[in-house]
């Protein structure tokens, strides 16, 4: 199978944890080890999260006395498509003896029009207490908001509407490397008249993107990795029940938060309703239980494309 997997930030950095390289880079080697199996067998496209990391380059830059502007966002998601990429191909090298395995940095198109630019909900950066959140806010000019018990920074995050280079990506399928892309949902940038792109202020949902990708790479299978065995419906009620196989109308019925679990099942729905294919949202612990359909939640068509 052509599949495409999306990488969950806890991979990287779990919430609250110091954004040290070492950490970081650990952890990733340990997400190549659990992909190894699946890249053996399969072609296999894996993309990443960006939110953490984009978010420390950030506070680095509007702090760096040296700079007379800070660096733009689509800048510094350029950089850690870089960073997070590079510990990845590496940590697949490693697992991989004799396979290649190749990192693109690529650009996503989205809307100067989309309306995200006017209600940045994105969170990129480390956590803080409300107080210490506001005090950022007002020093930066940033935009922040609530995040579980915690307060973060929050940027415009447009809808994808194409990935620049995806057809390279289906050239580099074809042949048989593994190819890691679309970091931090690709490098978000517009399309003008004249075909020129430029880079814009804002970071696209990995999870959306991902969902694109697989639709143009024309991939059997979508699947979203996290921390979690199962998409839980009623999450922190009475009446949660896991959900182990759904339908993009099932999960169009439920709520989900729109910072964490919302995007991934908004993702898995666009893509089966768009191809007719299969995704499944699970943990990157059990990769192989998820194909086996021991773990995870399985999102099938409602009816047959």
Same mark, same amino acid.
């Given at each position: ?8 930030g ?29 890249a053996r ?24 006395p040296?700079?007379a ?8 998601g ?32 989205v ?36 995040? $579980? ?17 995806? $057809? ?6 074809d042949?048989? %490397? ?6 931090? $949902? $690709? ?5 003008h %008249? ?36 199962h998409?839980? %419906? ?5 009446k ?7 339908t ?6 439920? %709520? ?16 089966v ?15 192989h ?17």
């Amino acid at each position: 199978m052509r599949i495409v997997v999306a990488l969950g930030g806890n991979a990287l950095l779990p919430r609250g944890q110091h954004p040290d390289a070492e950490p970081q880079a650990l952890r990733v080697t340990e997400a190549a080890r659990a992909l190894a199996p699946l890249a053996r067998d399969h072609e296999l496209v894996i993309t990443h999260g960006n939110g953490p990391q984009v978010g420390l380059l950030a506070m680095e830059s509007a702090a760096d006395p040296a700079l007379a502007h800070p660096y733009p966002i689509d800048v510094l998601g350029a950089e850690t498509q870089g960073m997070i990429g590079y510990w990845l191909i590496q940590g697949l090298h490693n697992a991989l003896p004799g396979r290649q395995v190749a990192c693109l940095l690529n650009q996503t198109v989205v809307s100067a029009n989309d309306p995200a630019f006017h209600s940045p909900t994105k969170f990129v950066g480390p956590v803080w207490t409300e107080s210490e959140a506001r005090r950022q806010a007002a020093e930066r000019g940033w935009a922040i908001a609530r995040d $579980g018990e915690h307060w973060r920074r929050v940027v415009a995050s447009p809808e994808p509407r194409r990935v620049a280079e995806a $057809g390279l990506i289906r050239l580099l399928l074809d042949a048989g %490397a593994v190819t890691v892309c679309a970091g931090g $949902g $690709g490098i978000p940038v517009v399309e003008h %008249a004249d075909g020129q792109l430029t880079g814009t202020e804002a970071v696209v949902d990995k999870d959306l993107t991902a969902a694109l990708l697989a639709e143009e790479v024309k991939a059997d299978f979508l699947l979203i990795l996290t921390d979690v065995p199962h998409v839980v %419906a009623g999450y922190g009620t009475p009446k949660a029940r896991p959900l182990h196989t759904t339908t993009p109308r099932e999960l169009r019925s439920l %709520a989900f938060p729109p910072g964490s679990m919302g995007p991934k099942v908004e993702a898995a729905a666009r893509f089966v309703e768009h191809t007719g294919a299969m995704a499944a949202i699970g943990p990157l612990s059990d990769v192989h239980g998820i194909l086996q359909s021991t773990t995870g939640t399985y999102v099938r068509p409602d009816r047959p494309i």
